[in-house]
C-alpha cells in the first residue's frame, strides 16, 4: 500500500495494456486446435548452442560482476557495431551492459535526474515503455512526430525508434541527419532504440551513430540495443547502451549506486552472441520465411499492410476498429495487439508478430483463410 497521505508510483502510470487482451485471449484460446498467439514478439526458437555453451562454461560465478561491465563484453558490443553497422570511433568508457533494453528505457528519465518541468518526446506510434518511462520520473510527455510541431519547446530528451515498433517503420537517414542536427542546436539528448535494427526486409536501417549521420561525435546521442531478437535470448536479459561519454558515465555512477550490474554469465554469453554471426543469419532466414506465409495470408484475408519493412511484426489493416479487428481473429484463435495499445494513429490497425513456430504460424494461416 502507498505512504500515509501519498498515491502510490503506479498511479501515475497508465494501464498495463496486455491486462485489456484477457478476455480475447481466453476466446482465442478456446479453439479446438488451440491459440496462435501473435500478440508479443517473444522469441520461441532455441537460445544458439554457442551461447548456452559459453554460459555453461561461465556458470561458476560466485563474486559480485562490476556495473561497467566486464573489458570483454564491451569490446565485443564495440565491434559488433563497427563491423555489423559501420559505427566506428566510440571508446570503451562509451558503451555499458544493461539488464535488457526494457529496463533501460524505462528507468533512464528517472537515472538521468528528469523531472517535472522537463520534456520528454517520443513517437506517435511507439512502445508504451517511453512513456512509462516518463511519467514515472514524473516528468512532461508528448508523442510527437514532426519537430517543427514543437514549436519553441526543447526537450529534455527525444526517443527515435527506427525499425519501428509496432509499425516496422525504417527512417531514411536525411531524417535522421535532420533529427541529430536539430537536438544538437538545442541541447536535447537524443537516444535511438534500434533494437530491431538486424530485423530488416526491405529497407535497410541506419544507427543514428553511424559517421554519415552524426560525423565525427557521438556527443548529445545515445544508442540502444538488444540481443533478445537477434539472438533468441530474451530470457537472458542482455543489451546494452553506448554513445556520448559524458551520458555514459552519468549513468554509470547512479547505476553503481543501484546496483544494477549484468550477472557475469550473461555477460559471457553476450560475447559469444556477438561474435557469432551465423546464427543470426539462421534466424534472420526463418523470420524471413515466417513474414511471408503471415503476409500473404492476411493480404489474402482482405487486411491491408502498412509499413512493416523491418521489425518482427506486420502493421495491418481491415478498415475497422482495432478491437473489432482483434474479437474477429480472436473468434478464429488468433491473437493480435491493438494498433490503440501504440498511440491513438493506430485505432484501425493490429499489430502482427511473426514470431511463432513454424507450425503455429502455418496455422494461423490456414485460420485467416477461413475469414
Known amino acids: 500500500m502507498p505512504l500515509a497521505g501519498r498515491e502510490g508510483v503506479s498511479s501515475r502510470l497508465p494501464d498495463f495494456p496486455w491486462d485489456k487482451l484477457t478476455a480475447y485471449a481466453a476466446t482465442a484460446r478456446s479453439h479446438p486446435d488451440g491459440i496462435v498467439d501473435l500478440s508479443v514478439g517473444t522469441p520461441v526458437d532455441p537460445t544458439p548452442t554457442v551461447v548456452q555453451d559459453a554460459l555453461r562454461t561461465a556458470a561458476d560465478a560466485p563474486g559480485y560482476p562490476?556495473?561497467?561491465?566486464?573489458?570483454?563484453?564491451?569490446?565485443?558490443?564495440?565491434?559488433?557495431?563497427?563491423?555489423?553497422?559501420?559505427?566506428?570511433?566510440?571508446?570503451?568508457?562509451?558503451?555499458?551492459?544493461?539488464?535488457?533494453?526494457?529496463?533501460?528505457?524505462?528507468?533512464?528519465?528517472?537515472?538521468?535526474?528528469?523531472?517535472?518541468?522537463?520534456?520528454?518526446?517520443?513517437?506517435?506510434?511507439?512502445?508504451?515503455?517511453?512513456?512509462?518511462?516518463?511519467?514515472?520520473?514524473?516528468?512532461?510527455?508528448?508523442?510527437?512526430?514532426?519537430?517543427?510541431?514543437?514549436?519553441?519547446?526543447?526537450?529534455?530528451?527525444?526517443?527515435?525508434?527506427?525499425?519501428?515498433?509496432?509499425?516496422?517503420?525504417?527512417?531514411?537517414?536525411?531524417?535522421?541527419?535532420?533529427?541529430?542536427?536539430?537536438?544538437?542546436?538545442?541541447?536535447?539528448?537524443?537516444?535511438?532504440?534500434?533494437?530491431?535494427?538486424?530485423?530488416?526486409?526491405?529497407?535497410?536501417?541506419?544507427?543514428?551513430?553511424?559517421?554519415?549521420?552524426?560525423?565525427?561525435?557521438?556527443?548529445?546521442?545515445?544508442?540502444?540495443?538488444?540481443?533478445?531478437?537477434?539472438?533468441?535470448?530474451?530470457?537472458?536479459?542482455?543489451?546494452?547502451?553506448?554513445?556520448?561519454?559524458?551520458?555514459?558515465?552519468?549513468?554509470?555512477?547512479?547505476?553503481?549506486?543501484?546496483?544494477?550490474?549484468?550477472?557475469e554469465p550473461q555477460q559471457v554469453a553476450m560475447v559469444a552472441a556477438l561474435r557469432d554471426t551465423e546464427h543470426a543469419r539462421e534466424q534472420h532466414a526463418r523470420y524471413a520465411a515466417r513474414r511471408t506465409v503471415l503476409r500473404e495470408a492476411l493480404e489474402g484475408a482482405g487486411f491491408q499492410i502498412d509499413h512493416s519493412e523491418a521489425s518482427l511484426y506486420l502493421w495491418s489493416t481491415a478498415g475497422e476498429d482495432c478491437w473489432t479487428t482483434v474479437a474477429r481473429l480472436a473468434e478464429v484463435g488468433i491473437l493480435v495487439a491493438p494498433g490503440e495499445f501504440y498511440g491513438a494513429g493506430g485505432r484501425q490497425h493490429v499489430r502482427v508478430a511473426f514470431t511463432a513456430t513454424d507450425k503455429r504460424v502455418a496455422a494461423a494461416a490456414e485460420r485467416l483463410a477461413s475469414l
Open 66 to 263: 562490476v556495473t561497467i561491465g566486464r573489458v570483454e563484453t564491451r569490446q565485443a558490443c564495440l565491434d559488433w557495431l563497427a563491423g555489423s553497422h559501420g559505427v566506428t570511433g566510440l571508446g570503451l568508457d562509451q558503451v555499458l551492459p544493461v539488464i535488457g533494453s526494457k529496463e533501460l528505457i524505462g528507468s533512464l528519465a528517472v537515472h538521468l535526474g528528469l523531472g517535472a518541468g522537463d520534456l520528454v518526446v517520443y513517437p506517435e506510434l511507439a512502445y508504451p515503455t517511453y512513456e512509462v518511462g516518463a511519467a514515472l520520473a514524473g516528468a512532461r510527455h508528448l508523442a510527437a512526430d514532426s519537430l517543427t510541431a514543437l514549436g519553441p519547446e526543447r526537450p529534455a530528451l527525444l526517443w527515435l525508434n527506427s525499425p519501428s515498433n509496432p509499425t516496422g517503420r525504417v527512417l531514411p537517414p536525411e531524417h535522421l541527419r535532420k533529427v541529430v542536427e536539430w537536438c544538437r542546436e538545442r541541447g536535447t539528448l537524443l537516444v535511438s532504440d534500434e533494437c530491431y535494427v538486424e530485423c530488416a526486409w526491405e529497407a535497410e536501417p541506419v544507427s543514428v551513430l553511424h559517421p554519415s549521420i552524426c560525423g565525427d561525435s557521438a556527443d548529445g546521442i545515445l544508442v540502444v540495443h538488444s540481443l533478445s531478437k537477434r539472438s533468441n535470448l530474451a530470457g537472458y536479459r542482455c543489451a546494452f547502451v553506448a554513445g556520448d561519454a559524458g551520458v555514459i558515465g552519468e549513468l554509470l555512477a547512479v547505476r553503481k549506486n543501484l546496483g544494477l550490474q549484468m550477472p
